[in-house]
């Protein structure tokens, strides 16, 4: 894992072992049930773990915090967040079962006993989280019409984190418009990462929400 420990030098050799292992589930699961992309497969260090772990670098997340995984895919940036943090309590949800179903089998593989995962809807759920986590899921509207009612206002730490790509800046303008006493700060994962993939790429934080 040369890029986890070019970014996060300071991580322990059982974390680092702990990612590795987690890619050869995936590698295994995909041939199975595809959740990723064949050609992402080929960068997924980089593509997957260390693009779910640039949430890592807000320093936001601390333990006892409850976090929510919304549409989790295969399990990204969840299951990695979940590693690095097994002191926060993390929740995966997604509505597609093939995904939950290879999510859970790579949890159970990994033996996280802070994860559960949930096949279904985000808004359905009575569970109120400090943090909803996403990556690529939807527009901050829609995203905000799905998580509003999970997330703990009366938690200090609180709010929405996104994992997106592209200009944004249409998104949140009609976000912000719509939602006047919310403010949006974007991140450039080139703050943090110099690899090309990562050039287009922001982290999205929602505060006031």
Request: proline letters at 3%; a positive charge.
């Amino acid at each position: 894992m040369p890029l986890l420990k070019k970014h996060f030098p300071e991580m322990e050799d059982s974390i680092l072992l702990k990612y590795e292992e987690m890619q050869e589930l995936y590698l295994d699961w995909n041939q199975k049930i595809n959740v990723i992309s064949r050609k992402d497969m080929d960068q997924f260090e980089e593509r997957h773990i260390l693009h779910s772990l640039a949430i890592v670098k807000l320093k936001l997340l601390k333990p006892g915090h409850e976090v929510m995984d919304l549409g989790a895919g295969g399990g990204f940036p969840g299951i990695p967040l979940a590693i690095y943090y097994p002191e926060v309590q993390f929740t995966l949800v997604d509505s597609i079962r093939k995904k939950t179903v290879v999510m859970q089998e790579v949890v159970n593989a990994l033996g996280l006993k802070n994860v559960t995962v949930i096949n279904g809807r985000a808004e359905e759920l009575k569970q109120k989280f400090n943090f909803i986590v996403c990556r690529a899921v939807a527009p901050l509207i829609k995203l905000s019409l799905w998580t509003y009612k999970s997330i703990d206002k009366s938690k200090r730490d609180h709010g929405l984190i996104c994992l997106k790509g592209g200009d944004l800046s249409a998104e949140t303008k009609e976000f912000e418009k719509k939602y006047k006493n919310v403010q949006v700060i974007t991140y450039k994962l080139t703050d943090y990462y110099s690899e090309e993939f990562f050039e287009t790429k922001k982290i999205v934080r929602v505060l006031n929400y």
